[in-house]
């Protein structure tokens, strides 16, 4: 048994739990509002597209579990290898999401009437906001997996404390005005709030991120994706998906998005998670 880690887990463990506790009011608390100050139709309307947006969270989820055991790995023993780790995982995000982003602005209604009917078509408006919550989200892990392993769970903690608190000024104040609209800005608003407070620990703690650098060829590439699918907009979105798809996947190799260290890198954290200077 490994004494230090045991007893990291045992003073860790409130801390961590705390995050749990305040992220989850954090989350929630829209819901739970809505409920109490608005109609059983508005609440339905605003479920349905959060139904819709935890589908596309799943995904992110599943992608930043694969990447956390390499950003732990490399937190103490190889700084950059930790940076590389780290940085490209947010780049990766990027191209993961941004594709998904823009289709989802552009086709939310025809995404609503495949799974529900259309008394619930108004929640494609509420999928239109809360999908950019899962690229907050995405990056939200990414940082606290960042802070966590270099032992800074603390920051974490109130980052998570300060956005439940925002979370809950802002769902008070928005959704008696504006209703489940309303609810969708202010979570995604409490996501950004914790986002800074993160992005400005992690750049002054450990290393600098280069947006420009990250967002530039995967926003060109979605935004392109973007411009042709709006010409083919009447067509199914049982054909839009392949579409977008190749028409994204080919904009990307256009703009020449990845060197042979991304392939490199892409394929060890696929196939074994291990990263080699």
Avoid: H
């Avoid at 999401?97 to 939310?108: G, R």
């Avoid at 960042?146 to 802002?170: E, M, Y």
């Amino acid at each position: 048994i490994d004494l230090s880690i045991c007893k990291w887990i045992i003073i860790s463990t409130p801390v961590l739990a705390l995050i749990i506790i305040s992220s989850t009011v954090r989350v929630n608390v829209d819901t739970i509002l809505l409920t109490k100050l608005m109609s059983e139709v508005d609440v339905g309307i605003y479920s349905a597209g959060n139904k819709l947006v935890s589908m596309f969270r799943l995904g992110a989820s599943s992608y930043i579990m694969a990447l956390q055991p390499v950003i732990f790995k490399y937190s103490n023993s190889q700084k950059e290898l930790f940076k590389r780790a780290s940085v490209d995982s947010i780049r990766y995000l990027f191209i993961f999401i941004f594709p998904i982003i823009v289709f989802v602005m552009l086709f939310s209604e025809k995404i609503v009437l495949i799974i529900f009917k259309r008394e619930f078509l108004p929640s494609a408006n509420v999928l239109r906001i809360l999908i950019w919550m899962v690229l907050l989200y995405g990056m939200n892990q990414i940082f606290a997996n960042v802070l966590i392993s270099n032992n800074n769970q603390k920051i974490n903690l109130f980052g998570n404390i300060i956005s439940a608190i925002a979370s809950i000024a802002l769902n008070i104040f928005m959704i008696p005005k504006y209703g489940y609209i309303g609810a969708g800005v202010a979570i995604v608003l409490s996501y950004s709030i914790i986002l800074l407070i993160q992005n400005s620990a992690v750049q002054k703690l450990y290393f600098t991120v280069n947006y420009i650098s990250l967002l530039g060829k995967p926003a060109l590439a979605a935004i392109g994706m973007g411009i042709v699918l709006y010409t083919c907009k009447s067509m199914s979105i049982m054909l839009l998906v392949p579409i977008s798809l190749v028409v994204f996947i080919v904009s990307l190799f256009a703009l020449k998005t990845f060197n042979q260290d991304d392939m490199d890198l892409f394929k060890k954290l696929c196939f074994s998670g291990k990263i080699q200077s």
